[in-house]
Each structure stands twice: as C-alpha cells, then as structure tokens.
C-alpha cells in the first residue's frame, strides 16, 4: 500500500543513500533519515534499499563478519575495507575486465559478475594504533 508518508520515507532513503559515499549499513541509514522522519522504522529502511538492489538501483556489499552496506552508486567500482573498524570506502582505480573474461575461459561456470574487495587498515585506525603504541614498525 502506497501512502504519502511511504512515499515520502522511500524519496528520503533513497537520497540519503545516494547523497552518502559512506557505503552505511541499513541501521546507520535508518539513523540518519529518523533524524527528519520520526515515524521511519529500520524495517522500512531495510524493504526500501532492498528493493533499489532489486531494481538495479543500488548495490549491496556483503560482509563476511557484519551486516551488509549499500551502495548508490551502481557503476561497477572496488572497494576497500577497514579491517578494525569496518569502515568501506570506494577506490577510483580501473576495473579489469579482462578478470572476468577469463574467469569464463577457465571455468565451466557462467560468470555473471567478480567481487574484489581490498582490506586494510583506515587512516583513522592507523594514527588510532600508533598513539597507543600497537603497532610496531615493520622491518623490511
Ligand atoms: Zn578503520
Ligand atoms: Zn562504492
């Protein structure tokens, strides 16, 4: 059922999401639109980004060990993710579609896409660790 406040909360979700280069999780979305949507609940958010996925306007990033993070922008692109904190970010770096290609030529699957997700960790980890003494400066 399509009221008017379904369609208001759909529109600020989806602007939210597409105005973010935070890659945010359903629930970091959800807090930043009942800032001005009051009546917004997490499982509206939820329905409504996976509906963009569906429809092919927004991505969804999958993560091994949390929950999984959205993506406005649906042009293909790398990601790199934070190790400590779990923070994604994009990498403007080339894609290699010659990968896929030959995925196809080496296997007997049909290939229909390839994840590659670089890990590390964030700048804000890193100054975290070095004020604390954690990290121990790699020798060769
Ligand atoms: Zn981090
Ligand atoms: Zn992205």
């Known amino acids: ?13 989806e ?10 999780t359903a629930e970091e979305l959800f807090m930043v639109v009942r ?3 009051p009546s ?3 499982g509206t958010v939820y329905r409504n980004l996976e509906e963009m996925v569906r429809n092919g306007r927004a991505q969804k990033i999958p993560s091994l060990d949390g929950p999984a993070r959205y993506d406005g ?5 790398y990601h790199v993710r934070c190790v400590e904190c779990g923070k ?9 579609p010659s990968m896929v290609e030959e995925a ?5 699957y049909r290939i229909d896409s390839c994840v590659v ?10 100054q975290r660790k070095e004020g604390s003494g954690e990290v121990r400066r790699r020798t060769a």
Do not use: W
């Not at 602007?15 to 945010?24: F, I, K, Q």
């Not at 922008?73 to 692109?77: A, K, L």
């Not at 994604?88 to 290699?96: N, T």
């Not at 196809?104 to 007997?108: D, F």
């Open 40 to 42: 917004v609940s997490l």
């Open 117 to 126: 997700e670089f890990r590390g960790v964030c700048e804000a980890c890193m």
């Open 15 to 24: 602007e939210n999401l597409v105005a973010s280069t935070a890659h945010p």
């Open 1 to 13: 059922m399509a009221t008017k406040r379904n369609t208001k909360q759909k529109k600020a979700i």
């Open 104 to 108: 196809r030529a080496l296997s007997r």
């Open 35 to 37: 800032e001005y949507l």
């Open 73 to 77: 922008r649906v042009m293909p692109h």
């Open 88 to 96: 994604l970010d994009d990498l403007p770096m080339k894609m290699d």
